[in-house]
């Protein structure tokens, strides 16, 4: 059974920075690019980018382009997303979600990050 | 970047009605939809991709369609659990935008 576990919420306060992680089991996690999405406060769904676990290569949404890192640690068949410069736009879930046939086939159950001072 | 235009933004219908929700993209993306539903709390759930393809375990009363720069979503019979989010997303290009969703309240 393919399953995408994901880190506990965070909180955080402006300008610091968070590393969120995403363990997938069930599968061979280097056959799968690994995406973010983040969804603000009930409002709609954004891309981030995505990840090959294989050879590393990243695609990013521009708009995240200097907020996002995203890095996946093979040994352990774990997704990480870094964000840093944390301002209260950044407050949100985010979700990692595998790539399969032109779709996110699989989700993880979201992680709660709160910007708060 | 192709934008995702989605229609309606809410729905209310009654339990066995049939629903349709579209999704218009500003490009051609070649049937490179993909559809999903949300309920309160819980993650997106892959129903449709490919633009008609369902997803594995997915009823049949959900259908997609459509071409070019414009697809549908219809549910036929509609059932008390279809309440939810609706979304489409596409996968021509990167950013893999997704539309502003339908809230769909069943009466």
């Known amino acids: 059974e393919v399953q995408l576990q994901q880190s506990g919420p965070e909180l955080e306060k402006p300008g610091a920075s968070v590393k969120i992680s995403c363990k997938a089991s069930?599968?061979?996690?280097?056959?799968?690019?690994m995406n973010w999405v983040k969804q603000s406060n009930g409002k709609s769904l954004e891309w981030i980018g995505n990840i090959d676990p294989y050879y590393g290569g990243t695609s990013y949404n521009q708009k995240f382009k200097d907020k996002a890192t995203l890095t996946v640690d093979k040994s352990s068949s774990t997704a990480y997303m870094q964000l840093k410069s944390l301002t209260s736009e950044d407050s949100a879930v985010y979700y990692c979600?595998?790539?399969?046939?032109?779709?996110?086939?699989?989700w993880g159950q979201g992680t709660s990050v709160t910007v708060s001072s | 970047d192709i934008q995702m235009t989605q229609s309606p933004a809410s729905l209310s219908a009654s339990v066995g009605e049939t629903v349709t929700i579209t999704c218009r993209p500003s490009g051609n993306i070649h049937n490179y939809l993909a559809w999903y539903q949300q309920k309160q709390g819980r993650s997106p759930q892959l129903l449709v991709y490919?633009?008609?393809t369902l997803a594995d375990g997915v009823p049949s009363r959900f259908s997609g369609s459509g071409s070019g720069t414009q697809y549908s979503l219809k549910i036929n019979s509609l059932q008390p659990e279809d309440f939810g989010t609706y979304y489409c997303q596409h996968f021509w290009t990167t950013p893999r935008t997704f539309g502003g969703g339908t809230k769909l309240e069943i009466k």
């Open positions: 490919n633009a008609k």
């Open positions: 069930g599968y061979s996690f280097t056959g799968y690019n």
């Open positions: 979600a595998r790539t399969g046939t032109r779709a996110l086939d699989y």
